[in-house]
């Protein structure tokens, strides 16, 4: 492994000083078997044995992961049943201890977080019987944590050892537990390197609280105590798992300056570091520490305390700054470009808001606010930021306001998939409706069309009225920004009144009274595809991955929802997501509609991702309810496409620093819908105008004539039709129609046909 010293490479190092007592562990005979009590070993003969409690687990030979060469001296938990108290020794021989004499040993615990172990030092005197645990005073006493400040790394231990200077004395190693539950508890320990010696460094304390802050992507400081009267002292700077310095290791000399500022540092990497004070040019303390820090990943996780706010708002009093009763404004993106590269990237607002993070606090930015081109008659930006440069000591606000040239109407409904439908298996949709126009919208109803095949078991809010298939629901009093959300739990039959790959399509349409600007969005279809299992990260497309070109316009987008799961056992701190969008995407068509949470989405070229900063999802086991989270947006395709042609998509997800999972790759293939018998090219037929409200002229472009006309909503219920025609057009009133969208299909005398979209207001 490499390890960092301050941009100084560092080899192996071996043990330097005299040591008048050491065992590391190495002899491979033994420890004899139960009930013997006795491990011979180079330093003497050792005793090892257990109280009443625990015998079946004792001090053993560990040759998995020692701290120093080929082995280390081990005791595992074990149950040893509720309210019982384990203790597990490890004796030295009898060691006579030097002048200012000192205990060091090497040791780590087993399992992450607190487990209830104490691990105790404890001496008896030369007069008494190494095996007598009653002639033994504690003279030490560590907690996990306090044994091991991370659980999996080795950490040196001292004991002072002055007050039993001349003397021998027998020092046992006890592990002490006591079971609060019926079930297996405690933690292990892994003790290596243990030695008695005079201490050199009497006369030289080594420094105390060692903390670390004020921490960049690539830099630190670092603070400590300094006990004695050192003016320098030796710095070491390690990733963990680096072995710990020794007595001869070289560290960085940092002169009369404390705290110390490390630079050069890797963001998003976690380190160790030990300090150690110069006395004198032939005196040094022993290293202090470890402590650990972790430098900041900005971009990914967004802990960095420096920041640039974009804030869109509808600046109703024209005064530049979002006051507390203005409107956030989602309805656009902003773009920016870092050094003036000429490179665009695209934030898109939440709550109006989006952060720009960066590792590097010499980049510059120019930053504008673009409206969607559909709200530029309603709106309008100029504001413009140039040569930006994210500030140091917090975040810096940049304000965006948003001018309204006139009002309008816009009510939008929305279907959300909650999970996937099985056979035999509930499943659950959430339709949101919202008022996306700066007005109150007085009265509206909502219709929902559910799949044949299911039934509702029930509904969320309250006054519904349930009809054969399906329900409607009016609401009142709908505020600008303003949601309704209602949930819906359907059944699904078992097979074989459905079979796998079946596809149950749902429909939410709103009305009101009113002109909508946006009728396209009062309508929402979901069709999902009937599984026989399903993950909780995954990816899908509203169309339920067939399309039909005839039911597909220019004007209709792809609707996709990315869904994630926190399947672990801990909060997840920070999530992203990451999609590499197709090429047959066209990403400047790219909307985001909503999330389950607060995110950062960013388009830059083809690349889209999200990130969850400071979601802190809980798990699954814990908090099922609350664990969930998604992404949901549109997005056109590319022109061209054609009958056979399929769209791929998919996505990672990164709970924290693990690594990704990878969703289901879902194919939106589209499909000719015409039937067996199919217009030519010139033989198409107009329908004006559309949208409508009242009557719908329909044309025929051949010689051929009209025979018959059908109407179908989008449940493919046929709601009108005409026969023997026999005309070129026709005008059709469709007034008696309810708002939403519907399916046209023409037939003519030959017996050709065709499907087209209309749009009722």
């Not at 540092?265 to 150690?276: H, K």
Request: hydrophobic share 35%; proline share 6%.
């Amino acid at each position: 492994m490499k390890q960092l010293l301050l941009s100084l490479c560092l080899g192996l190092y071996s043990i330097a000083g005299f040591s008048q007592f050491f065992e590391g562990f190495e002899n491979t005979y033994g420890p004899d078997l139960y009930p013997t009590s006795v491990w011979t070993l180079s330093s003497g003969n050792w005793a090892f044995f257990s109280n009443e409690f625990g015998i079946m687990e004792q001090w053993k030979t560990n040759n998995t992961i020692p701290y120093q060469g080929a082995n280390a001296a081990y005791v595992s938990n074990e149950n040893i049943g509720l309210n019982n108290t384990g203790e597990d020794y490890l004796i030295t021989p009898l060691v006579d201890i030097p002048m200012n004499g000192q205990l060091k040993f090497w040791s780590r615990t087993f399992f992450s977080g607190n487990q209830g172990t104490l691990y105790q030092i404890r001496v008896a005197p030369m007069t008494a019987s190494q095996t007598d645990i009653g002639s033994y005073t504690v003279l030490a006493q560590f907690t996990e944590n306090e044994l091991s400040t991370t659980f999996d790394v080795y950490e040196e231990k001292t004991i002072n050892l002055s007050a039993f200077s001349g003397q021998g004395i027998y020092i046992a190693f006890v592990r002490v537990f006591t079971q609060p539950t019926a079930t297996l508890g405690g933690d292990c320990w892994l003790l290596d390197n243990v030695s008695v010696e005079a201490s050199l460094t009497s006369n030289c304390p080594k420094p105390t609280q060692l903390v670390s802050s004020s921490i960049t992507p690539t830099s630190a400081v670092l603070n400590w105590n300094e006990t004695g009267n050192a003016t320098a002292w030796e710095v070491f700077v390690s990733p963990p798992n680096t072995p710990a310095p020794l007595p001869n290791t070289n560290g960085y000399i940092v002169s009369s300056t404390i705290p110390f500022v490390v630079t050069g540092l890797t963001p998003n990497t976690c380190y160790t570091y030990y300090v150690r004070s110069i006395c004198s040019f032939a005196q040094k303390s022993d290293w202090s520490g470890p402590s650990n820090f972790c430098t900041y990943d900005c971009t990914n996780n967004g802990t960095c305390y420096d920041n640039l706010n974009l804030v869109a708002f509808v600046d109703s009093n024209n005064n530049g700054i979002k006051d507390l009763n203005e409107n956030d404004f989602n309805y656009g993106l902003f773009t920016y470009e870092i050094n003036n590269s000429g490179t665009p990237t695209y934030g898109y607002p939440n709550n109006g808001a989006y952060f720009v993070f960066d590792d590097n606090p010499t980049n510059s930015y120019s930053i504008h606010f673009d409206v969607a081109s559909a709200y530029t008659p309603y709106f309008s930006s100029s504001t413009n930021y140039t040569n930006i440069i994210i500030p140091g000591g917090g975040s810096q606000i940049l304000y965006f306001p948003i001018t309204q040239l006139q009002s309008y109407e816009d009510l939008e409904v929305t279907i959300l998939p909650s999970n996937s439908p099985r056979p035999g298996f509930t499943y659950i949709n959430y339709i949101r409706i919202k008022n996306n126009g700066p007005q109150n919208i007085s009265t509206a109803t909502l219709t929902f069309t559910k799949a044949s095949a299911v039934s509702i078991i029930n509904v969320s809010q309250s006054g519904v009225t349930m009809t054969p298939i399906g329900f409607t629901y009016t609401f009142n009093n709908l505020a600008p920004n303003q949601t309704l959300n209602i949930l819906v739990n359907m059944q699904v039959p078992t097979i074989p009144s459905v079979n796998l790959g079946d596809i149950l399509t749902n429909t939410a349409t709103v009305s009101s009274l009113n002109t909508d600007a946006f009728p396209l969005n009062n309508n929402y279809s979901l069709s999902q595809i009937l599984v026989g299992s399903y993950d909780p990260n995954d990816k899908s497309e509203s169309h339920g991955g067939k399309i039909g070109l005839d039911t597909f316009t220019d004007n209709d987008y792809l609707y996709y929802t990315i869904q994630f799961e926190n399947t672990g056992t801990a909060n997840a701190e920070f999530i992203r997501i990451e999609d590499t969008l197709d090429a047959s995407l066209d990403e400047s068509t790219f909307e985001m509609i909503r999330s389950s949470h607060a995110v950062n989405t960013t388009l830059a070229g083809n690349q889209l991702t999200w990130h969850f900063y400071n979601i802190n999802l809980p798990p699954t086991i814990s908090q099922p309810d609350q664990s969930h989270g998604y992404v949901f947006f549109k997005i056109k395709p590319k022109t061209g496409y054609v009958a056979g042609d399929i769209i791929p998509n998919s996505a990672a997800i990164y709970f924290d620093y693990n690594p990704p999972i990878v969703t289901n790759t879902f194919n939106t293939e589209f499909f000719s819908s015409l039937g067996n018998s199919s217009f030519a090219a010139s033989e198409s037929f107009n329908l004006y105008p559309n949208p409508t409200k009242h009557y719908v002229k329909i044309s025929l472009n051949a010689n051929d004539k009209i025979d018959e006309l059908r109407f179908y909503d989008v449940s493919g219920k046929m709601v009108k039709s005409m026969t023997t025609i026999d005309a070129l057009s026709s005008d059709i009133d469709v007034s008696t129609l309810e708002k939403g969208i519907y399916f046209v299909e023409l037939k003519t005398k030959s017996k050709s046909k065709q499907i087209k979209k209309l749009i009722i207001q």
